[in-house]
């Protein structure tokens, strides 16, 4: 957590993005790390966790990262939580919770609410779902498919 910690205030001093740290780590060693970097690439995606999760998938060659835990300075945003649910992270330690950054500005409250009832935040409308449907025809089809 301390790696996760120093990351965040290197991002935050350079001004980066907020104060958000994350560390990946495989068997006791440091495969990646990464702090927000919402600011300085104009990405709203690029979170600590996203950033770090990317890095060591590049690292290890692989999406799957079941061996691998996580560590951040806050409770995941349910964009995060997302990104570790695809990577198959299995453990998660956090520092700071949801209402910690809510106090200190950053409150994603509306998410949850919009997760339970995404029609309340979005306009969804389905959209030439036959020819859509029929992408994942073609991938049933293929072989040697990988599956995540």
């Known amino acids: 957590m301390e790696i996760?910690?120093?990351e965040?205030?290197?991002g935050m001093e350079a001004n980066d993005g907020g104060p958000f740290g994350a560390v990946i780590v495989r068997n006791g060693e440091v495969i990646a790390r990464a702090h927000n970097e919402?600011?300085?690439s104009n990405d709203p995606t690029a979170h600590a966790e996203i950033l770090a999760i990317r890095r060591a998938s590049a690292v290890l060659g692989n999406?799957?990262?079941s061996e691998c835990i996580l560590y951040t300075t806050c409770y995941p945003c349910p964009m995060c939580m997302g990104a570790v649910l695809w990577a198959r992270i299995p453990a998660v330690y956090y520092g700071a919770t949801r209402e910690d950054a809510?106090?200190?500005g950053f409150d994603d409250a509306h998410f949850y609410t919009m997760i339970q009832n995404p029609q309340s935040a979005l306009n969804l409308r389905p959209l030439d779902?036959?020819?859509?449907?029929?992408?994942?025809?073609?991938?049933l089809s293929k072989e040697n498919r990988r599956y995540y």
Request: aromatic share 12%; net charge negative.
């Open 4 to 6: 996760a910690c120093d």
């Open 8 to 10: 965040a205030v290197s």
């Open 38 to 40: 919402v600011l300085s």
């Open 63 to 65: 999406f799957d990262l």
């Open 102 to 104: 809510a106090a200190g």
């Open 129 to 139: 779902t036959e020819n859509a449907k029929s992408v994942f025809a073609k991938w």
